[in-house]
């Protein structure tokens, strides 16, 4: 199986050119960080979507199990439809969705409302982020790293920004936040229609059937069941956090901006150092047990409002690495395009994202308010586990630098 080591060895030229970049490269890059501040927006009002709409914390997390479960399979599809109307039909029909669906969960009566719009809009966010890698990549000026480096840095920078919004805007209501997203989604749509220019439709069109086929490479498999598993610690990091803390909105919004600007820092600067100095996968090793302990710190110190605030920020900076690295092996893991690679990685992972918050909240109910923090560490302890006995399909995986090799 042959590595594809040309991905992270542009990263060395990438920098001095990730500025210089025409608009429709930033017009999509807006709307990449607005689509990403939906991942973590209503992390500060789902207490008080809870409370005011007297739902249970499992029900309210289903917020985040529609959402990602709709996302992660329509990743699947998202090459069949893009490559037959095209990257730029493809990323409005995204930001269209996202509009509507974020403004009528604005709307809801009812946490099965939200649940169901949340699931609506994951639809149109698949169709979107899937697409608008490949968009950025396609018409950046300079390298493919330049432009991958800044659809990192705007995936950071809307996950962090993502929560204060939220904290900002939930204060008043916790329909706010939803009318926030739409609002911007829509300047986001308009810049898309107006500047989004000479992008074609790919030479040929896929097939819905290609990521399945990905899976079948084992290097790619163990990538996706890693992150599974990890995925489990994240989205109760994420998804169930926000309750022990017992804060305002205003306060949990700041609690993980600092999470998301500690993640956004991290996975732009700092991964590519570590994965350079020390090789991918002992980078990932040692991330994953770091996250796997702080974890299990915040299930032993659940009562302790500082504690739980200072290892959530923590955390930030441990996933931002881990999220730019594994990236970055899934991009090696198998002879396939890169479209492919990450439709069928995005497929399996975003099932741990699905699950963990809603278990997060069953077993908060059930046990105790420290459970989720222990299983959620129990998922990254298994992540590890799966990436060692894979170990042996993922030798060729490493990170290379000035046409240095290090695995």
Not at 207 to 228: E, Y
Not at 312 to 321: D, K, Q
Not at 346 to 372: E, I, N, Q
């Amino acid at each position: 199986m042959s590595a594809q080591p040309d991905v992270a060895q542009e990263f060395d030229h990438a920098e001095s050119n990730i500025l210089r970049q025409p608009a429709p490269v930033w017009a999509v890059a807006f709307a990449c960080v607005v689509a990403f501040m939906g991942l973590g927006l209503v992390d500060p009002i789902l207490p008080a979507i809870s409370a005011q709409l007297h739902a249970t914390k499992a029900q309210t997390e289903l917020l985040f199990t529609s959402y990602m479960l709709v996302t992660g399979c329509m990743m699947v599809f998202t090459g069949f439809i893009s490559t037959r109307i095209g990257p730029k039909y493809t990323l409005l029909c995204g930001l269209a969705l996202i509009i509507v669906f974020s403004f009528l969960a604005g709307r809801s009566h009812s946490v099965g409302q939200i649940v169901g719009f949340r699931g609506g809009w994951g639809l149109g966010n698949a169709m979107f982020i899937a697409t608008a890698l490949s968009v950025i990549v396609s018409a950046a000026r300079g390298t493919a790293a330049s432009a991958i480096i800044l659809y990192e840095a705007a995936l950071g920078l809307g996950i962090s920004v993502g929560p204060l919004l939220g904290g900002t805007l939930g204060e008043h209501s916790w329909r706010y936040p939803f009318y926030g997203v739409a609002t911007l989604m829509a300047i986001g749509f308009l810049a898309v229609l107006l500047f989004l220019r000479g992008v074609p439709k790919p030479a040929h069109r896929a097939s819905i059937a290609a990521p399945f086929r990905a899976l079948g490479h084992l290097s790619l498999l163990t990538l996706g069941l890693t992150s599974l598993f990890y995925n489990f610690g994240f989205f109760t990091l994420l998804g169930y956090g926000p309750y022990p803390l017992h804060m305002s909105a205003i306060g949990i919004g700041y609690t993980y901006f600092g999470w998301g600007i500690l993640l956004a820092v991290t996975s732009v600067f700092v991964a590519p150092w570590l994965a350079e100095k020390f090789g991918i996968l002992p980078v990932m090793y040692t991330i994953l047990a770091l996250f796997a302990l702080d974890l299990l710190v915040m299930g032993f110190t659940v009562h302790s409002r500082p504690t739980l605030v200072v290892c959530i920020i923590l955390a930030g900076a441990l996933l931002g690495v881990n999220n730019t690295v594994i990236t970055t092996a899934v991009m090696q893991a198998a002879p396939v395009e890169r479209p492919t690679a990450s439709a069928a990685y995005s497929f399996v992972r975003f099932v741990g994202g699905a699950v963990a918050p809603w278990l997060a909240g069953k077993l908060s109910d059930a046990v105790g308010p420290a459970m989720p923090f222990f299983i959620g560490c129990l998922g990254v302890a298994v992540a590890i586990m799966v990436l060692w006995m894979g170990r042996n399909h993922l030798r060729h995986i490493q990170y290379v630098a000035h046409g240095r090799g290090r695995g």
